[in-house]
């Protein structure tokens, strides 16, 4: 039977430490559904459109991956799309406190269905450890090059976002 995953997050905007994660859970699902999640409460800079048209951009070329926006109880999406897991990255110690309970959070919330959604934890290469989109975006409302940490079209959205006109190369 096909193995699908969901790879749930707020990807605003997508990085390398993300891509990293989403072909490491390839090599272990048939296929990976990259959720992007629209929650407001955390002031996005990027819209969950923006946000979505990005990592599909950064995630062309990758089989058996599909890019989607979704709003509600992750349990419950998984559920609908067929899902055996949910993956997560873990980069350093301060992850894990909030993954651990996300985890058996969603574990306990699946379990009136006949299988528990299982979350699985996957480490980065160790270049993209303190890798995280609040870094990449503050670096570059600062002027910073942030080009070895995003791919090619968010590093051109977010000098777009910060006003920094694109350089021609
Ligand atoms: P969320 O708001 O759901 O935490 P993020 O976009 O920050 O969304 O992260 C989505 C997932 O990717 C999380 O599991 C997070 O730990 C992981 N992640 C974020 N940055 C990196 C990175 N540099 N390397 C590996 N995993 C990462």
Redesign the pocket.
């Known amino acids: 039977m096909k193995k699908t995953a969901i ?6 905007p ?5 891509l ?2 989403l072909k490491r859970a390839l090599r272990i699902f048939d296929s990976v559904i990259v959720a992007v ?1 629209d ?1 407001r409460s ?1 002031g996005p800079l990027f819209s969950v459109q923006e946000r979505t048209a990005l990592f599909r951009q950064a995630a062309q070329g990758l089989k058996g991956v599909s890019v989607e926006n979704f709003n509600g109880l992750l349990v419950n999406y998984a559920r609908k799309k067929g899902a055996c897991a949910i ?5 350093a110690v301060s ?1 894990f406190e ?2 651990f309970q996300m985890a058996l959070m969603n574990r306990h919330l699946s379990q009136r269905k006949k299988e528990p959604l299982e979350t699985v ?5 160790e270049k ?7 870094l990449v975006k503050e670096v570059s409302r600062l002027g910073g090059d942030i080009s070895h940490f995003v791919p090619r079209s968010v590093s051109a959205a977010l000098l777009t976002k910060n006003r920094i006109p694109v350089k021609k190369t």
């Open positions: 790879y749930p997050g707020s990807f605003d997508v990085t390398n430490g993300h990293d994660i999640t929650h955390k993956v997560r990255g873990l980069r992850d909030y993954e934890y996957m480490m980065p290469d993209y450890t303190y890798l995280s989109s609040s």
